[in-house]
């Protein structure tokens, strides 16, 4: 350790992005909120969200509670001399890691749902470029908050606990827990109430999407920024953490990396990395700008560039500056420039996973036309063909996720690979905002319709949402991306920390962890998705209930009872993540502490899990992904448009593809890296 | 080696599998064919099923010149002293395995096209017992040839090449090129015309199934001879063989087996067990009885209980009497006993993976009857049930082949392992007999739809039929099981035959292989389905182009030309069987010989393949199973019946299941096998 001056610089990096959340907060709050009926409708979706994050909260803290105390007496009996040993102060960083990512949501989502109503009367009053400025801004406040909480949270930790890498993983599996609550509940809460508004207003009383005169339109706008905004925000959260987490531990194996030059390098080129990418996202961030009647997209793509110029600069002056320029770990030897390639190596992933998403998700290109030409010959060849798509489009994300770890082993063994990790993430505040801003925008355009305000600013807040839609799936490629590159260097530090040499495939106890451990994401995205099908059922019942129930509901004149509804997603989401949040957590220690299995299997347990949850949560998203654009581009006009057969087989795979996209496929992010965090963690016990 | 006795024990057991064949094709003979109509259809389906055997073989015999000329000439330069080295004689045993396959599904394929419409008439004439009989004996003859040709070719290279195991590999991998046609090809064949004929005739024209004014509807049975019949027998060829030849490599290596005792005692046991359950399965079936109004499903089972015993007792005549009562291998010693347990225990998961099979896709049971259900809601949600039914499906059959693998593993090492593979397979003949039961009266029932026979001769075809839907289901379970424990002995053989004492996953060209091979049977699937739905497509158009242009093709008068149709199929299923054939065989080599790959990453692409391979193909076979069932139970007139808004949904799940049970799904299974094989045959270039 030592140097502290380094690791107060990377927690200055985020102070500083706090501090700018808090003049995006201070703008967005300065901007008019719209006529009476817009607030109103703001102030529904503004409290089913906090609703839902309030009740979250009670379970988490019992999660919390009950998983700290069984940490810290974990930690007491099994408590080591060594430097990763879990001990009884884990439990102190894992709340620390808990709260900082529960404040980061928490902060994005207050944020998020002020700032929609806000674009939609920025689009009323000021056109395109206001209101893009304040979705944007808005979806920024949820990126800064990730990285700013995320970095100084860590760093408060490390100085708490300097050289306790046993502690310090307690941090990483905080910001995990609470990404399971916001990725799978979320995940469950939103599309509960997508599809049962859905299939109940659109289907059968077939009145428009966002119509107010459905019960369930506000919990649907509430989910948006549930699963989009504050689960996807708690995703990358842990991503962010646990990449740097796990590059620490590695960087502290090596000590020729620590006790030549500057010391502790190993430790201070990570969050240095990282805060540096910080830096970059915020810079970029103040370059998205758009000029009336050109391309949102462009002004995002100009934000995110100049962010990742800014942070290769700065990994380039860090490798230079702080690595010494030869080191040796194990018997190789390798040069400060080599890290930097590595880090590169991550970043450059990330990019191209986020252009093959792109590429598998948007009508401009060859899959989702074809998806969109199969409709006309029904639902089923669109499933069909849905399918295929996605299974397909796992093919050169694989190869690029290998190129990256190839290129990163090689110029710097394990450090590298976690170093990629860390380089893919550092941006990780801009791809948040970029990410975030999707969500506000289509809430924008739900409360520009409930409110009935001309259909110019329903047309701004489109062409915003349809930019959204195109940067949520490459957020959600990042989103993998990044959680199967973290995971392999979580996976590295905590084989190091279990002490095994290797873990031999042809050995039958990894042999069984292998297939145990590719068969979870399976069965979790099953237990998801069936979750997601009953909480939807109850919704169902509910909305049938309230239109037959309440008098004058169809003509305008009766008051929908919104808030049963938001009330339905908010038990149903937290009653059902419960099995699946077990699987996730049970399985590896259960199969770390059998005699028969132990260590060695549950190695091929992370390690099925990695490989079948990357390709699984690909290939949902993407095809989810590729489902709804192709349901837009017939919107818009081909093969017979709105109305026609084709549309109608169209519907059909968009819904098929909500739970694939929002649900199940995100939700397998989490299951990769908290069932890695938590064999690290309890690594003792194998 | 020595002690050829015993192989040609074990040979004898294929040759009086054959004489039973035999017997079974000239008492089909002896029944009545029926009518002029019906026989005018079965010639027309017979031709059909013939022809595009022919065009297959034209394919067939190019790829087998290619490859067997590349074996002999990678031999030539490749070949050591080794007895597990590849060599020009390896050739040889290729094309004698590809022949004897070849040989197998012709006869399988001839007969079983004549058994269906004798299986009609014994309807109409004799009643229920005398069809189960015919349709039976038409199965037990595609099962006996499979065993009966797989046993004697083996003992035939065995014998020519004695303790040559490098070259006795080759007979393996010529039985999987053969498979990779059947099950690629037959695949792609059955459903495009299913698919099309379905879309155009059911759906458009709303013409019954198997009506004889549709164009595709003989091309419709034919692809059920194709795909089930001659294409799954191919695929448990592969795994018979394949597991009797890794248990033999895998034998020899152990010397303490072979020197003391009985000599060459390794390898006699997997050919006498192999031997005895293929006489086990002969007894078996002259039990198979059904008396008039009873359930043909206790028929069959009585039949499978009786094999099974009698395989359990000979399997244990075999170890007691055979294996040296203790013998040490590596570091361990073992006992007779121990082999046995070993081989009951993969006799007892194939077992149990059909009954999970049949729970998770019999209407009898909750998931079809959920599935069912949730098509109250419409098509998405029967979509979204049956992908969530068949995810979680996995789960139970993995704890078994787990279970199988470490008690195989334990009481017997990597032999035992084989061992397990052998005893699953040892029932193969009887295995197939029931599968192959299904298509034929399946195809009984088309040929007395489009005669028009009485409807009570349809209820007595539908009665085998839906035994037929369940036996299916389960023969696929058993074909994935099998398949997985197969490759897994093939694994081991592979690994040895290299030299690598072990595949460490925490390496990171490990992990990379891991990721490529966890990919390809996603990439495989999406081309096989993708594949389906260009040759529907095609068919679509035909059929589509006879129903405006043959006059009176609606009234019954005009003649549909449905070799047209047969012929669309077979040029269609052949040339879209190229690139994913290609996939299989080239990724394996490609890997292994790329410098920074190498036989290492090529043992975890192998591993990769077969955990996502497996769960893929379980996935997909089990939901297509469902929705199949769902939409029957439906249709018997649960949730509205025939003509309901629920059934049009399952009917959409049930078109979406059609390319996953019947194409992607069994496809993987020679995925998984071939791309073992071919590490294992080129293992010299490595």
Redesign the interface.
Known sequence: MGNYAFYIAAGFAGVLALLFAALLVKRINGVEPGNSKMQEIAAAIHEGAMAFLGRQYKVLIVFVIVLGAIIALVGHFAQSDRPDSLKPATAVAFVIGAFCSVLAGNIGMRVATKANVRTANSARTGGLNKALSVAFSGGSVMGMSVVGLGLVGLVVVILLFPGEYGVINGYALGASSVALFGRVGGGIYTKAADVGAD?VGK?EARIPEDDPRNPAVIADNVGDNVGDVAGMGSDLFESFVGSIVAALILGAAIPALNNQGITGAGLIAPLLVAGIGTVASVIGGLFVKVKEGSNPAKALNIGEGIATVLAIVGAFAVCYFIIPQTFTAGDKTFTNMGVFLASIAGLVAGFFIGKVTEYYTSADYAPVKEIAQ?CE?????N???G??????S??IP??I??AA??VA?HFSGLYG?AMAAVGMLCTTGMVVAVDAYGPISDNAGGIAQMSGLDKSVREITDKLDSVGNTTAAIGKGFAIGSAALTA?SLF?AF?QSVG???????R?????G???G??LP??F???T??A??RAA?KM?KEVRRQFTMIPGIMEGTGRPEYSKCVDISAKAALKEMIAPSLLAIVVPVVVGVIP?LGKEAL??LL??TL??G??LAI?MSNAGGAWDNAKKYIEEGNHGGKGSLAHSAA???D??GD?FKDTAGPSINILIKLMTIIALVFAPLF
């Open positions: 299939l289907v199969s010959t029904g639902a089923a060849t499933i069909i063909n399918v295929a798509t996605g299974m397909a796992t093919a694989i190869v996720i290998i770890i190839l082993f690979i392999l590295s084989s095994l040499a290797a873990i031999d495939i042809l039958p106890k990894v042999v069984a292998l297939f145990i590719g068969m399976f069965l995205s099953s237990m998705m069936k997601v099908g059922g169902i028969f190695g091929g390690a099925g490989v079948t990357f390709l290939m519907v059909n795979g819904t098929v739970p």
